[in-house]
């Protein structure tokens, strides 16, 4: 399983951060990746991060996109910054497939982060 | 950017008919390990998406054998031999070949 956690409401200029807490294996040996749906219901893939700790990101968000890894807690976090109010959005974390298929076989719930003063 | 085309973008189906989704990408989903890169995933009202197909053609585990994938290159389609009441939702294409994983903007399939 994984769950989302982090604040719902995010102030404009400020940094989202959501946390994915992965239950019932281990996190090690996968890619985790963060992808978002907005309002209008399409998806966008942020980026993911290996247990091992490489990352790869969308360059569309490259410049303001952070996903770190702890492997001692099970979790993988997401940081973007200056959020604007395109960046409301319903926030997916999600376990790759391993090698070689890669397709995305796990997802979170969702969390719902709307950027607004 | 690949970029992912779904058609229709609403499918209304009647119960125990068919129905078929196309997904079509802006470049070969053709890897050069010899694998086909489209995955469609299914996201049921109020619910996460869940993968359907990967590599084009095989079914994830756990998904019924009413739903088939085929094509290759840039054409690709989802078929489902009999559509049921869970069957409803948006159906995305999407492509794991290049990086930034993409998707199409989403068939929504509902009863008539």
């Known amino acids: 399983q994984l769950q989302e956690s982090g604040p719902g409401l995010v102030k404009p200029s400020e940094t989202l951060s959501l946390t994915c807490t992965v239950s019932?294996?281990?996190?090690?040996?996968?890619?985790w990746g963060w992808i978002r749906q907005c309002p209008g219901g399409g998806l966008e893939y942020i980026g993911n991060?290996?247990?091992?700790?490489?990352?790869d990101y969308n360059p569309s968000l490259k410049s303001r996109v952070s996903i770190s890894v702890d492997t001692s807690k099970n979790q993988f976090s997401l940081k973007l910054t200056s959020v604007t109010a395109t960046d409301t959005a319903l926030y997916y974390c999600?376990?790759?497939?391993?090698?070689?298929?890669?397709?995305?076989?796990?997802w979170g719930q969702g969390a719902l982060i709307t950027v607004s003063s | 950017d690949v970029a992912m085309t779904q058609s229709p973008v609403y499918l209304p189906v009647t119960p125990g008919e068919p129905a078929s989704i196309s997904c079509r990408s802006s470049?070969?989903?053709?890897?050069?390990?010899?694998?086909?890169?489209l995955e469609w995933y299914l996201q049921k009202p109020g619910q996460s998406p869940q993968v359907l197909i990967y590599?084009?053609?095989y079914r994830a585990s756990g998904v019924p054998d009413r739903f088939s994938g085929s094509g290759s290159g840039t054409d690709f389609t989802l078929k489902i031999s009999r559509v049921e009441a869970e069957d409803v939702g948006v159906y995305y294409c999407?492509?794991?070949?290049?990086?930034?994983?993409?998707f199409g903007q989403g068939t929504r399939v509902d009863f008539k």
């Open positions: 999407g492509q794991g070949v290049q990086s930034p994983r993409t």
């Open positions: 470049q070969s989903l053709l890897h050069s390990n010899g694998n086909t890169y």
């Open positions: 590599f084009a053609s």
């Open positions: 019932g294996g281990s996190i090690g040996g996968y890619h």
């Open positions: 991060i290996h247990s091992g700790g490489n990352t």
């Open positions: 999600a376990r790759h497939q391993a090698a070689p298929s890669y397709y995305l076989d796990y």
